[in-house]
């Protein structure tokens, strides 16, 4: 038991820190790296950097900025912005407006901000933040991590271990190839869940899929564990579609202080009989298909403490 809620606490730890999500003001006018410094206007501009690390501010307008060769920080300002990061370990930022940010080559970060965008992390280990609005993101060949932020977004892992979370908002979120983690809540130390359904798909690999109240869940190919908890009340029970005895697992993660002495207990689902329904001391968490008869014995319970002592003990 201690080792998975050594597993989630470090997960936790490592998501909460990595999301790039504020870039330079664009009052600042400054170099905010190494290389060259340009400057747009608040007209609708095409900017194109060099072969060096480029700082690029586009201002207001429709702006096309090209970042070319090199570590290049690029902020498309307010307006409806293309970014294109090419190759190096790029920064782009797209503010205000409904931007697209192709990363192109190289370990990229992008944060797509307010409004509804297309991210794309393409080759390289990549992290990408949507931000407000309604966003797509395909992360690309690498082990990514993916966040959407508020709004109902689109997220897609692509090839390699992801991390894949959607925030708030309805949310469609696929791990793709790789052995990925997927997030259908917020994994802090209050393991918020909006209430809103999202549909979480592993894809292949051995992937670590969390589930929220009224999520649809599927693992996949590969020995998945799905993860729960007693964050699921108003929205009703996940659904997990595809779950296999014989190589995947159930967790639960409960509140020790609300839960002193919790009590798992399986009842047949009313719509559907072959389906398995799981509850945490009467609470229906987890609807699982094709489990009647599910076997206690193969639901560890994890307690928050643990997972919060596994946290202090990794950050």
Known sequence: MFGLAGLLGLLVVGVSGVFPTEGPAEEDGENNGDGPFAEGTNENDTIEGGDEGDSILAHMGDDVVYGGAGDDMLDGG????LLIGAEGDDTLIGATGDDDLPGGLGDDQAAGGEGDDMLLGQAGDDILNGGGGDDQMIGGPGDDILSGGEGNDGLMGGEGDDIVLGGGGADVLNGNAGDDTILGITPDE??????????????????????????NVNGGEGADDFILGDWIDDGGPALIEDYDASEDTLAVVYDDETHPAPMLTVEASDEAPDNALLLLDGLPLAEVAGAAGLDLSQVTLVPKSAVAEAMRAAA
């Open 78 to 81: 307010a307006g409806d912005d």
């Open 190 to 215: 209050e393991w918020e869940d909006d209430g809103l359904r999202d549909y979480l798909n592993g894809g292949e690999g051995d992937d670590m899929l969390f589930a929220g109240a009224g999520d």
